[in-house]
């Protein structure tokens, strides 16, 4: 499944009426989800986006919610860990935030600064693990998917346990413990626990 996929799934089923984007990059998630109401964050004037201004400037002034949105703005892990906070801070009280890029599949395709390659996921797992170490008012988990969609809603969970100071933690210990740290489901397993009737 796709992020465009997963997200469109969760209108669907929930019957979602507006959702945010930030980092729109060429607007091809954003043109296709099928919401009625969307709003896409993007400094960049060629992105697609709807609102031309940094995310930290888009939360700044914003007053409105959202009842999903979707992170994948710039993916340095304070940026992206800021951007989910601010994000839950203007969600609905049973939305859905969706974080792409959670899953890298080597050590130079996360690291900061970008490297000349293809793909790239930046170290936006480093903002899922503090997540997922210090918020057990949510509910978090990974498809292992599309370079790893997370999916956060507001729930429980049980607050992972790290070894060692975030900053510390390398790629390699990430690997090791990631589908631990992450939470990771299949695509199967997240067509179970989110999709089906409850």
């Not at 700044?60 to 959202?66: I, P, Q, S, V």
């Not at 390398?170 to 199967?188: C, G, L, R």
Request: proline share 3%; charged share 25%; with cysteine.
């Amino acid at each position: 499944m796709s992020r465009i996929e997963i997200i469109n799934a969760f209108i669907a089923k929930y019957g979602y009426k507006s959702y945010l984007e930030i980092g729109v990059q060429g607007a091809t998630c954003f043109n296709n989800i099928l919401c009625e109401y969307k709003v896409g964050v993007d400094p960049d004037p060629a992105s697609g986006a709807t609102k031309h201004i940094t995310s930290d400037e888009f939360f700044k002034h914003n007053k409105e919610k959202f009842s999903i949105g979707f992170v994948d703005g710039l993916h340095h892990s304070e940026q992206s860990y800021r951007d989910i906070i601010n994000l839950l801070d203007c969600l609905d009280e049973n939305g859905t935030i969706a974080v792409h890029d959670n899953l890298p599949t080597s050590k130079r395709m996360q690291e900061i600064p970008l490297q000349e390659q293809n793909e790239w996921t930046g170290d936006v797992w480093r903002s899922w693990l503090k997540l997922r170490a210090t918020r057990p008012d949510l509910y978090m988990s990974v498809v292992d998917s599309d370079w790893g969609v997370g999916i956060i809603q507001r729930g429980s969970q049980e607050c992972i346990k790290l070894r060692k100071p975030l900053d510390e933690i390398t790629y390699e210990d990430f690997e090791a413990n990631k589908h631990e740290w992450m939470n990771v489901i299949s695509v199967s397993q997240f067509k179970q626990l989110y999709l089906q009737n409850e």
